[in-house]
């Protein structure tokens, strides 16, 4: 097996050839760091050459074969390592939960328990909606803290709003998102049905819901419009109906508002919106309106603060709009009912029966004194001016001191001069770049966005051949504002100013 040249052979080893390796032989210290657990069990042979030194050989095939074997087995017991550090860390995890598991099985416990009072006290068909693996209310940080301690009908009754609104959040979450599908899945109807508004509604009669206010009337009485459908012509066709149905339903509200602001005012209730004395305020932007133009008004569909109700927050987020007057804008004020009371009994008329309409027949001018200014001249305005120059007017402020302004009627000379200044400055005021209330009379072109009187004026030059556009071709998408205040000149002389005057000529 193995072939040994030798000169002579001694008691203690056999002297090789100088050239072992040649005869298949491998210095065993060159395997040794291969398999150095094991290397005593390999088997080998000591030779000592010439020089003297023993050396220990192997194999060289042998070498190869327990290098071979001896790595498969090193990967398994590396991989048996990792097992077993692996379950020592799993015994060792476990051994640490074990407590912890328990406190979560007793937490579940008492979760449930909590559950089942939210249904006694009504909330089972809400709970029911919630979908089985939406574990999101059990673990709401509210149940999660009462369930730290011993549930019992005591401790759940201290709690009993706490867990409420819990459910209550969930509710308005649920609410939310389902109308919210519902509003994208009806948008393009709505849309469609508001732009149809300003094409089959007459001139006059702009007043018309907007698109969640639409999707409102509608919800309440499905009948009006049948949403399985495409766009039935019966929808067309009812668009005028659509529209008086919601103008009479905001009128009521208009009439809550002042039933609530003034609970002794006795009124009709089928004139009263028509009376010269009614007028409504916006609190978002301090604008004095009629009620025509509280039913349009642009804030009354908008909205500056955080909502927690589910369907408005949909309508914001889907139609970038909420339902009218949700946010409490427009109010009715006493103050303010009882300063044009006096303005149109200063004006030879009865406030209880006088309208609007016959106010602005007669179209008296009214001229606050305590305005008159030495540099600017004497503020005069129209009647329904009056609530809204002095709503703007820092001097006079609100409540008590609109009872006791100094408001006179100008005589006939003066009215017709300020009444040409006012509707000279009225005109001016609409030719502004910044006035965007126009749209087409004809094709109903730029309703939806309203333009200036440029951008309109150029409309009609070149789609209608207009070459000179009048009044008749335009119309505005809102009720137009209230007149203009006109300073007339010169002011009056004050008092003081009068009597320094004549000391000075006097000396």
Request: charged share 25%; aromatic share 10%; glycine share 4%.
């Amino acid at each position: 097996m193995l072939a040994i040249y030798s000169d002579h052979v001694t008691s203690s080893a056999c002297v090789l050839h100088p050239l072992p390796l040649s005869f298949g032989l491998l210095e065993l210290g060159v395997a040794i760091n291969a398999y150095i657990d094991v290397v005593q069990w390999v088997p080998s042979v000591k030779v000592t050459p010439k020089t003297g030194l023993r050396t220990t050989y192997a194999f060289k095939s042998i070498d190869r074969v327990w290098k071979n074997e001896y790595a498969r087995i090193a990967d398994c017991t590396d991989g048996m390592t990792k097992y077993n550090w692996n379950a020592r860390d799993c015994n060792l995890w476990w051994m640490k939960m074990q407590p912890e598991s328990d406190a979560h099985l007793l937490v579940d416990r008492r979760k449930a328990l909590v559950i089942e009072y939210l249904k006694e006290l009504g909330w089972g068909e809400e709970l029911s909606k919630i979908p089985p693996l939406d574990n999101s209310l059990e673990n709401d940080h509210t149940v999660v803290s009462v369930c730290q301690r011993e549930v019992t009908q005591i401790g759940l009754s201290i709690f009993k709003f706490s867990l409420e609104a819990v459910v209550q959040n969930f509710q308005r979450k649920r609410l939310r998102q389902e109308h919210t599908i519902l509003l994208k899945c009806r948008e393009h109807i709505l849309r469609r049905i508001v732009a149809d508004c300003a094409r089959v509604l007459p001139v006059a009669h702009a007043i018309y819901p907007t698109a969640s206010e639409l999707f409102r009337i509608t919800t309440e009485d499905p009948s009006l419009v049948d949403y399985s459908k495409e766009y039935p012509e019966a929808v067309r066709v009812a668009i005028p109906e659509i529209a008086l149905r919601w103008q009479k339903d905001i009128e009521d509200k208009l009439r809550d508002l002042i039933t609530s602001a003034c609970p002794d005012y006795i009124f009709d209730p089928s004139t009263v919106l028509d009376l010269a004395t009614t007028f409504f305020c916006c609190v978002n932007c301090d604008e004095v309106m009629r009620h025509d133009h509280a039913m349009t008004h642009g804030c009354t569909t908008r909205i500056d603060f955080y909502l927690t109700d589910p369907y408005q927050r949909a309508s914001l987020e889907v139609l970038n709009e909420v339902n009218w007057n949700f946010g409490r804008w427009i109010e009715f004020r006493p103050d303010i009912l009882q300063l044009v009371t006096r303005v149109v009994e200063l004006s030879g008329f009865n406030p209880t029966t006088t309208t609007a309409r016959e106010m602005d027949e007669a179209d008296p001018i009214f001229e606050c004194v305590d305005c008159n200014n030495i540099e600017k001249g004497r503020a005069t305005m129209s009647w329904a001016t009056v609530a809204s120059f002095l709503e703007h007017t820092d001097s006079h402020g609100t409540g008590d001191g609109l009872e006791t302004m100094n408001l006179k009627v100008l005589d006939e000379q003066e009215t017709t001069k300020v009444r040409e200044r006012i509707i000279e400055e009225d005109a001016r005021r609409k030719r502004s770049p910044y006035y965007s209330n126009y749209f087409c009379r004809d094709c109903k072109w730029s309703f939806e966005k309203p333009c200036n009187f440029s951008q309109l004026r150029t409309h009609l030059q070149t789609v209608h051949d207009i070459r000179n556009p009048r009044n008749e071709d335009m119309a505005f998408r809102h009720v137009p504002h209230s007149l203009p205040a006109f300073r007339l000149w010169p002011p009056r002389e004050e008092e003081s100013d009068a009597e320094g005057l004549s000391m000075a000529q006097g000396i």
